[in-house]
């Protein structure tokens, strides 16, 4: 079964870090981009961060950069993301996802059940 | 590019017809647009992609179409389990950007 599971979730202070983790199973990730979105209690989706493949490029919301990293590891199926100098509004439920496109973007056609980081 | 979803609610009855529309800022190169359908505590799930291809297992009852700066979902005849938030995605270039959601519900 073609599936994505994240964890590492959870509270942290003001100011402090967390590192997501994101594990693939059904499928090799170094063929594919992959991405964070998130979600805040009760708004909308919002796309966070996401790389390449072979983990050459990556890019970022504007409210994330400087503090978040994303990265993979290929020979471990895994996809990451290092949060630091969290701030309340980073307070969401933190989805990982497939994008297919080898060339291009493609929409993203597998999601983890997401895991949850709370800021307070 | 910036993605404006309406209504922001929809109620409606089940066999009616769902019309949902998104509006982009600017044209979607390549039609790459995609629509989601997510349900209270669930992840989203792929719908539609390049505005009017159905994603694996999706019923023919949901619809995609439009182009440029356009776009519409529509549901033909609202079944129980369509009751959901609905978002659209742009994925021309980063930043990956979502619509605000528009929520259909029972009426």
């Known amino acids: 079964e073609v599936q994505l599971v994240e964890s590492g979730g959870g509270l942290v202070q003001p100011g402090g870090s967390l590192r997501l983790s994101c594990v693939a199973s059904?499928?090799?990730?170094?063929?594919?981009?992959m991405t964070w979105v998130r979600q805040a209690p009760g708004k909308g989706l919002e796309w966070v961060a996401n790389i390449k493949p072979d983990g050459s490029e990556e890019y970022y919301v504007d409210s994330v950069k400087g503090r978040f990293t994303i990265s993979r590891d290929n020979a471990k199926n895994s996809l990451y993301l290092q949060m630091n100098s969290l701030r309340v509004e980073d307070t969401a439920v933190y989805y990982c996802?497939?994008?297919?496109?080898?060339?291009?973007?493609?929409?993203?056609?597998?999601w983890g059940q997401g895991t949850m980081v709370t800021v307070s | 590019i910036v993605l404006t979803q309406s209504p922001g609610t929809l109620s409606l009855s089940p066999g009616e017809r769902a019309t949902l529309s998104c509006r982009a800022s600017q044209s979607v190169y390549r039609s790459s647009l995609a629509w989601y359908q997510q349900k209270p505590g669930q992840a989203p799930r792929l719908l539609i992609f390049g505005a009017s291809s159905r994603a694996n297992g999706i019923p023919d009852r949901f619809s995609g179409g439009g182009s440029g700066t356009d776009f519409t979902l529509t549901i033909s005849r609202l079944e129980p389990d369509d009751f959901a938030v609905y978002y659209c995605?742009?994925?021309?270039?980063?930043?990956?950007?979502f619509g605000g959601g528009t929520k259909v519900e029972i009426k």
């Open positions: 996802a497939r994008d297919p496109g080898a060339l291009r973007y493609e929409a993203f056609d597998i």
């Open positions: 059904g499928f090799t990730v170094s063929g594919y981009w």
């Open positions: 995605q742009h994925y021309v270039s980063s930043p990956l950007t």
